[in-house]
């Protein structure tokens, strides 16, 4: 008997298997339009989540979509919440198909053809068509398994006493939650594990209110695959996943407080209406329940919102985190937020630079290490453009502009490492060793927020620079060195002059007890 149940639970979780992806693949596209599309508002937003599971019968698939769109800025995140809310309703929608339909009709006559039909479309046909035959083999096979469960669970209900290992009270209650949840986990479909506590119910081989407890935990374990896929993933998917656990918890907690009065009011509902079936009674409560949650959490979307949005914040870049709670502050808090972000981005790429000329790095490293530098500083520049300045104060108009050169100069500095070319080359002659010993002058100066220093070293390497310029302009028109050689030379020492002058210039700019000077010297300077 026990495997025929795990044939039916095969069959049951093939038959779904093959339903939604036959489903997702003849109308994926436009439920995803229609997921983007109606989600506008808090019900819609429910609503389309639950048609969405209802239809392609998956929860996952629903939860899986709406986290692309959050991520692709198609819906915002507490648009989300509510189709998750709602996907989490629509699932029940197994239940109420496996206790009307599956339970109460004999299949034998038309779910076996339905399994032929279907996959004779799905061989013989293109397109579309074949899609929809695949989830007609699907419907087909879902319902044999259903039967096959049947089957085994009239077998097993003398062998299967829950009662009997479940303890009395709070605890017993507890333990039969945990195996709902050990159900979903291993079965990895909620709507399996509640098809096969429906059909034992059915059977006789557990009670009403044992096998609420169970559906409960079912219900609750569809978050392991939430918080698995959690892991590593994208921040929107992270948040998600903490909505759906959070949404679940509290709903499973709130479904096994009403436990009992649950139970109550089947008997009476029973007493008076005649024989009612527990499975549609458990049916019933696995919606009511859900219903419940999406009631009690859908007023307050919002702030649920709000609050998991803290629970799990967005970690921004290192060099950009002073940046995270300043948008909305004010433009001299906003814009000081931005100086002390370039200050970061500077001493990153003086690091940078420092092991470069200590050998630590080579060219391509070099790129490597100044590669966040430059993420951070288009992050910057449009920070920046969404600060309103007060164009009526020189001195916040002088503040800006100081920022602005600084972003300019750091900009100039990071296209440098992409130079590698002129990076790998080494002192091959004395006014380059020299040229490199000043920039490791400059950058000293730079740690040590020495502007002068910084100003006489950059000085220095531009007058070694027109040196050597001259110098081997001079040999390579007497034929004493080869033109290329000379060029790359020369570019080179461009290359170590160019970055002494930005860091110097940045510094400048980034400090402020030096004004900066009154005439911006250009990046060429005069040979």
Sequence with gaps: MWTTLLGGIGLFLLGMLLLTEGLQAAAGDALRRLLARFTRGRLASVATGMTFTALVQSSSITTLATIGFVSAGLMTFAQSIGVILGANLGTTATSWLVSLVGLNVKLDAFALPLVGVGAITRLFSRGRLAHLGTVVAGFGLLFIGIEVLQGAMTGLSDQLDVSAWARPGVVGRLLLVGLGVVMTIIMQSSSAA??????????????????????????????????????????????????????????????????P???????????????????????????????????????FLDRFAKLIERLVPERPAPLLWRLHDVRDAAPEIALEAARQTLVDVRDAALRAFEQWRAGDLDADRLVAALGPGAEAIAEVRRFLG?????????????????????????????????????????????????????????????????????????????????????????????????????????????????????????LVHLTDEAPPEPQEVETERAP
């Design 194 to 259: 509640v098809a096969t506590t429906l059909t034992a119910l059915h059977a006789g081989a557990i009670g009403l209110d044992d096998a609420a407890a169970i559906v409960i935990g079912q219900n609750v374990g569809t978050t392991a695959k939430a918080a698995l896929g959690a892991i590593g993933a994208s921040l929107p998917a992270r948040r998600t996943a903490v909505a759906h656990i959070a949404f679940n918890l509290v709903t499973g907690a709130l479904a096994l407080a009403i436990l």
């Design 261 to 299: 009065l649950f139970v109550g009011l089947v008997g009476s509902i029973t007493r008076r209406l005649g024989e009612v079936d527990d499975a549609v009674s458990l049916a019933a409560f696995h919606t009511a329940f859900n219903l419940l949650g999406v009631l009690l959490f859908l007023p």
């Design 386 to 506: 969404s600060i309103p300045t007060a164009t009526e104060r020189a001195d916040a108009v002088a503040r800006v502009e100081r920022v602005f050169h600084a972003l300019d100069h750091l900009s100039r500095l990071h296209a440098l490492g992409l130079e590698r070319d002129h990076a790998e080359v080494g002192a091959s002659s004395e006014r380059l060793r020299a040229q490199r010993e000043l920039l490791a002058e400059c950058l000293a100066a730079v740690r040590g927020e020495d502007v002068s220093a910084a100003a006489e070293a950059s000085r220095k390497m531009a007058d070694v620079r027109r040196e050597l310029r001259r110098a081997l302009l001079s040999s390579a028109a007497a034929g004493a060195a080869m033109p290329d050689e000379a060029e790359l030379r020369l570019t080179t020492s461009r290359w170590l002059d160019r970055a002494a002058y930005h860091f110097w210039r940045s």
